[in-house]
RNA sequence: GUGAUUGUAGCUCAGCUGGUUAGAGCGCUAGAUUGUGGAUCUAGAGGUCGUGGGUUCGAGCCCCAUCUUUCACCCCA
């Protein structure tokens, strides 16, 4: 049989994962010095928590799971007409943010309120595979739940910016609010149509006003209604430009102003408490499908001049309901999600890793033969024991052999111990690097290793 | 789900309009060098040409199907 694994997924070497293992670490630390505390959920939920929650497209997505017993076996042969509710009742999470709701109302006596939460896990979703696409994926999430204040934002939008800062990534911060667009919808008498609407403005700098308009036309929405949205396609200039345009559009939608409040409240803290960082960019076109937010959206693209890369690399917004469907109602969250592997592939592109070599195996001591192993042995767990990784070659190889594996592991120092250094009780020790030798004492090692 | 694209040695890839025994570089193994890695030289191992059908006297090459790779659309981290 020919290995191989599923599309869209993929094997990780021990380099990659030392380099995967410094996103998820930098992302880690800041979550934790912002309050954050940990958690983890099953890889599989039930169906009934999934479906319905990510829209028709991700329903779609999701990867369904077989229910164990042979479903099928009471099944007519030729291809029989069965719903998947029959034969499945298990799916593998399409994000975090679900699963965590689900985990809040089944908690939520022991949680204390504010909860602030991180979670950094995998997901899944049956997509087609691209560039910066895959069917498992790590997500990192940090979600506040059980508080309205706009301060939680604030602070989404500062971890954030500390996270790409840590790891060297040039980004750009988008910010819109779904108040806004249930506004824009409202003014133009199609406030059902809110989804319709903002994915097809959000396709205006890609596609253009006209394919634009054209889509809004086929989704069913009047001339007069299209004609109402100029305004927003013409919209451009810095945020203060464009929150008081979008002021007088919406003046008249008590939602659509709570959402231009609730923006210039944001924007207006970030300023003030933290004046030297970018500033997030309003962005009416911002739509972000997923669709249970209905505040703030925020979106994170890298904006590096060495990167290429235009998927985003961090999402988020404010979700009022989340848990209301799971049995809990009237409690706010909002959260962010870093996407790791996306970062990772941003960071090779770029070059922007940091070096790594020689965080493993500081010495090997080459094997001679039996004696020779158990006297090093010795040696090694001594070394071990003051924090220097070192380790012995468990063959009695070749010389060639050894030294070979020393070199190709990147391994900067060798030690030789025969019978002439057991006798004298010194080791000889070479330097991978400029080939010279010399012999010392144990102490003598631990100091220039240590 | 739609439209393209890819698959030949462990890896990266050659392989002419279909024509004898499918090649190279790197890597690997052994030796030159039995207590010294990288560099050099020599030798060697390694392939059902993604898979299954078809056309043909003859298929790595042409046709069909399928899987896989990569990319775009849709959507999204």
Known sequence: MKPGIPKGTRDFSP??????????????????????VQIETPAMENLTTL????????????????????????????AP????????????????????????????NEITF??????????????????????????????????????????LVRIIIEVF??????????????????????????????????????????????????????????KDAVQKLQPVFDMGGDNDTILASLER??????????????MNFILDTLKDVYPNDIVPVVDVTL???LNYYTGSIIEVKVDDSRSEFSSSICGGGRYDDLTGIFGLPGVSGVGISFGADRICDVLEEIGAFPDFSNISTRILFVNFGQAEARHCLKIVSALRDKGIYAELY????????????ADSRKIPFVALVGTEEMKSRKITVKNMEDGSQSSLSIDDLVAKLG
């Not at 406030?191 to 054209?214: C, N, Q």
């Not at 008249?252 to 709570?258: L, P």
């Not at 468990?394 to 594996?405: F, G, I, L, R, V």
């Open 287 to 289: 739509a972000r499908g």
């Open 165 to 222: 800062k840590s790891l060297g990534i040039q980004i750009s911060v988008r910010l819109n609010n779904r108040k806004i667009l249930a506004g824009l919808a409202e003014l133009i008498g199609e406030p059902e149509k809110i989804i319709d609407i903002t994915v097809a403005i959000d396709k205006l700098e890609k596609i253009g006003r006209e394919k634009v308009v054209e889509e809004l036309l086929n989704k069913g929405l009047s």
């Open 249 to 262: 559009m919406l003046k008249d939608s008590e939602t659509g102003m709570k959402g231009i409040f609730e």
């Open 51 to 78: 479906e319905g929650k990510y829209g028709d497209e991700g329903d779609k997505l999701l990867f369904r799971i077989l229910n164990s017993g042979e479903p099928f076996q009471k099944l007519s042969k030729p």
């Open 114 to 155: 504010p909860f602030k939460r991180f979670q950094i896990q995998p997901v899944w979703r049956a997509d087609r595979p691209q560039k910066g696409r895959y069917r498992e994926f790590y997500q990192c999430d940090a979600d506040v739940i059980g508080s309205n204040s706009l301060l939680n934002e604030v602070e």
């Open 15 to 36: 380099e990659e994962m030392i380099r995967r293992n410094h996103v998820f670490h930098t992302i880690q630390n800041v979550y934790r010095k912002f309050g954050y």
């Open 81 to 108: 007409e069965v719903r998947t509710s029959e034969v499945s009742e298990k799916g593998l999470r399409y994000d975090l943010t679900v699963p965590f709701a689900r985990y809040v109302v089944m908690h939520q």
């Open 394 to 405: 468990p063959d009695e190889a070749k010389m060639k052999k050894q030294m070979s594996y």
